[in-house]
């Protein structure tokens, strides 16, 4: 939980710091938080759309919830991003 208020003090101090979202949203995956992870990494693409790595996280966290269309969708995005991963 200190990190999750560390990383709350930076958000609030630069709601653009894309990776106090991205940590934060990992942490809230670690204690199995989806939902909170899930509109926390939301929040970092909205910051960065060009960063596949936090659309394959986003990608994970819906298969959580149970979103798997949406899930499907954030993974488009990710190789959108990097095709040469297509094969």
Request: hydrophobic share 40%; net charge negative.
């Amino acid at each position: 939980l200190e990190a999750i208020a560390s990383f709350d003090q930076v958000l609030d101090s630069n709601p653009k710091a894309e990776m106090a979202c991205i940590n934060k949203a990992m942490c809230l995956k670690e204690m199995s938080r989806y939902q909170d992870s899930l509109a926390t990494i939301t929040q970092a693409i909205d910051i960065n759309n060009q960063n596949e790595e936090t659309y394959c996280l986003q990608a994970y966290l819906y298969s959580c919830v149970g979103d798997l269309d949406r899930g499907i969708e954030a993974i488009e995005s990710a190789l959108a991003l990097t095709p040469q991963h297509i094969h």
